[in-house]
């Protein structure tokens, strides 16, 4: 084992040390996959170095490079060694922490870490939580606790904006909202939920014999970064004794830095919250958190006492994170959260998040002085959103979705950034997520270089 272990931190090492030289991206086709690990598995085991090394080369490599520091796509994360070293050691250990007689030490620790959280957010002490395994777990428990707080009503409404992630509604629909129930609530001209078409979809949803179960407001979108107005949308569900959910997955995490603090006001007075560690805290994948402003209110809707855990009485006196979510056996997710933070210190990572927002602030200002792109969404957080569209070329928008799918294409195979895509109100977006930790300038910039350099191309193809 310690020879393994040895060997696969030097093979760990040296992937981050050549990772800026590398592609961003590398991946193959099932077809060729297959012919490479599709096997019965042996009778007769094999040297684990030898097993080790196969894995490396032909099985970990092909992946989007999430901590690449030209990764842009999606929603990217560099995670801290402290982290790593961390999910190795509750594996090693084979912690459960799903009770207090079976992992106090780990549940304690889980407890420091959400109190952290709710610091930063500003949530008093009655609040609570727990981490899950991402925002989707999170929004499911979230939505749990709501149903239950409106009395489990036959006839449940659920709204949030339509640049809202795909999970929100997924998770309305797992806990008993009907899909014509789930409304889409359209937004304005920066991507923010349009409080005048919310107040009237709660308003006719009770004329017509709806519950008005909870509101879903955005901390960050996944598609612009947009902030909903999370004051103004709090007013409405204290008026309306509605539950607010506010999904911070991607943008909760801010809110350690002064500037992220501001732009988040109004977080605090939401009924829960989700966010995800293993984005902008940087930890690796997979760590979610659900923090509630009453902690009873997931105890009353999840705690059970089955004969088989009988034995946690012991620990009744003492919080059973077990209660309050889906998950019975859970691993060990705080402790990467808490070795990382120890470790770097917190004003460590408000740099890194500041530093994200910054580059994103130059990245809309480049894309506001070049003749060939064009700004699409404002940088909100990390995000900045544009395409392809030179200036004086009056081309249809047909046209110039056909010139940036080319682009992305480009990038996708020709360079060694990482670049996805989304689309706003039927444009189609070019969009940067700059939120690793490793990213400079010189990163960002040669990546709109290259958008402009593959547009300019295929123009004049």
Same mark, same amino acid.
């Given at each position: 084992?310690?020879?393994?272990?040895?060997?696969?931190?030097?093979?760990?090492?040296?992937?981050?040390?050549?990772?800026?030289?590398?592609?961003?991206?590398?991946?193959?086709?099932?077809?060729?996959?297959?012919?490479?690990?599709?096997?019965?598995?042996?009778?007769?085991?094999?040297?684990?170095?030898?097993?080790?090394?196969?894995?490396?080369?032909?099985?970990?490599?092909?992946?989007?490079?999430?901590?690449?520091?030209?990764?842009?796509?999606?929603? !990217?994360?560099?995670?801290?060694?402290?982290?790593?070293?961390?999910?190795?050691?509750?594996?090693?250990?084979?912690?459960?922490?799903?009770?207090?007689?079976?992992?106090?030490?780990?549940?304690?620790?889980?407890?420091?870490?959400?109190?952290?959280?709710?610091?930063?957010?500003?949530?008093?002490?009655?609040?609570?939580?727990?981490?899950?395994?991402?925002?989707?777990?999170?929004?499911?428990?979230?939505?749990?606790?709501?149903?239950?707080?409106?009395?489990?009503?036959?006839?449940?409404?659920?709204?949030?904006?339509?640049?809202?992630?795909?999970?929100?509604?997924?998770?309305?629909?797992?806990?008993?909202?009907?899909?014509?129930?789930?409304?889409?609530?359209?937004?304005?001209?920066?991507?923010?939920?349009?409080?005048?078409?919310?107040?009237?979809?709660?308003?006719?949803?009770?004329?017509?014999?709806?519950?008005?179960?909870?509101?879903?407001?955005?901390?960050?979108?996944?598609?612009?970064?947009?902030?909903?107005?999370?004051?103004?949308?709090?007013?409405?569900?204290?008026?309306?004794?509605?539950?607010?959910?506010?999904?911070?997955?991607?943008?909760?995490?801010?809110?350690?830095?002064?500037?992220?603090?501001?732009?988040?006001?109004?977080?605090?007075?939401?009924?829960?919250?989700?966010?995800?560690?293993?984005?902008?805290?940087?930890?690796?994948?997979?760590?979610?958190?659900?923090?509630?402003?009453?902690?009873?209110?997931?105890?009353?809707?999840?705690?059970?006492?089955?004969?088989?855990?009988? #034995?946690?009485?012991?620990?009744?006196?003492? !919080?059973?994170? #077990?209660?309050?979510?889906?998950?019975?056996?859970?691993?060990?997710?705080?402790?990467?959260?808490?070795?990382?933070?120890?470790?770097?210190?917190?004003?460590?990572?408000?740099?890194?998040?500041?530093?994200?927002?910054?580059?994103?602030?130059?990245?809309?200002?480049?894309?506001?002085?070049?003749?060939?792109?064009?700004?699409?969404?404002?940088?909100?957080?990390?995000?900045?959103?544009?395409?392809?569209?030179?200036?004086?070329?009056?081309?249809?928008?047909?046209?110039?979705?056909?010139?940036?799918?080319?682009?992305?294409?480009?990038?996708?195979?020709?360079?060694?950034?990482?670049?996805?895509?989304?689309?706003?109100?039927?444009?189609?977006?070019?969009?940067?997520?700059?939120?690793?930790?490793?990213?400079?300038?010189? #990163?960002?910039?040669?990546?709109?270089?290259?958008?402009?350099?593959?547009?300019?191309?295929?123009?004049?193809?």
């Amino acid at each position: 084992m310690l020879a393994l272990a040895g060997k696969a931190v030097e093979l760990a090492v040296a992937r981050i040390e050549s990772l800026p030289g590398e592609n961003a991206w590398d991946g193959e086709f099932q077809e060729g996959l297959e012919r490479i690990l599709l096997e019965k598995p042996p009778e007769e085991g094999r040297p684990a170095e030898e097993v080790l090394q196969r894995a490396v080369e032909d099985i970990l490599p092909m992946t989007t490079r999430l901590d690449h520091p030209r990764c842009f796509g999606f929603v !990217p994360s560099e995670p801290t060694w402290p982290g790593v070293v961390a999910d190795f050691l509750a594996s090693a250990w084979n912690v459960n922490a799903c009770t207090w007689l079976v992992a106090s030490g780990p549940s304690q620790v889980e407890l420091v870490v959400l109190d952290w959280f709710r610091r930063w957010l500003g949530y008093p002490e009655s609040s609570g939580g727990l981490l899950t395994s991402g925002g989707s777990a999170a929004s499911i428990d979230a939505f749990v606790a709501a149903r239950e707080a409106a009395g489990n009503p036959e006839r449940p409404s659920v709204y949030m904006s339509d640049q809202s992630h795909g999970a929100q509604a997924r998770a309305a629909m797992i806990v008993g909202v009907r899909q014509d129930a789930i409304r889409q609530i359209p937004t304005d001209g920066t991507f923010r939920l349009d409080m005048g078409a919310l107040t009237r979809a709660v308003a006719e949803d009770r004329e017509a014999g709806f519950r008005p179960m909870a509101v879903c407001a955005n901390a960050g979108t996944s598609s612009t970064g947009a902030i909903d107005p999370l004051h103004a949308m709090a007013d409405l569900c204290q008026a309306e004794d509605t539950w607010l959910h506010v999904d911070a997955a991607y943008g909760g995490f801010a809110a350690i830095t002064e500037k992220g603090g501001e732009l988040l006001s109004g977080i605090e007075r939401a009924d829960s919250v989700g966010l995800d560690p293993h984005k902008w805290l940087f930890q690796p994948y997979e760590v979610g958190c659900l923090l509630v402003k009453d902690a009873r209110t997931l105890e009353s809707a999840f705690a059970f006492r089955p004969t088989v855990l009988q #034995d946690t009485v012991w620990g009744a006196n003492h !919080p059973n994170l #077990d209660d309050r979510g889906l998950q019975l056996s859970r691993s060990f997710r705080a402790l990467k959260i808490w070795m990382s933070i120890q470790t770097f210190g917190l004003s460590a990572f408000r740099r890194a998040v500041s530093k994200g927002m910054e580059l994103a602030r130059r990245a809309e200002e480049y894309v506001q002085e070049s003749r060939t792109l064009e700004l699409l969404a404002p940088a909100s957080l990390g995000i900045v959103c544009m395409r392809v569209n030179p200036e004086g070329a009056g081309l249809e928008d047909d046209t110039l979705e056909g010139v940036n799918r080319e682009v992305l294409a480009r990038l996708f195979w020709d360079d060694r950034a990482f670049v996805s895509s989304t689309s706003l109100r039927g444009t189609f977006s070019l969009r940067l997520c700059i939120i690793n930790h490793s990213t400079g300038w010189d #990163d960002v910039r040669e990546t709109l270089e290259a958008m402009e350099r593959f547009g300019e191309a295929a123009l004049a193809a």
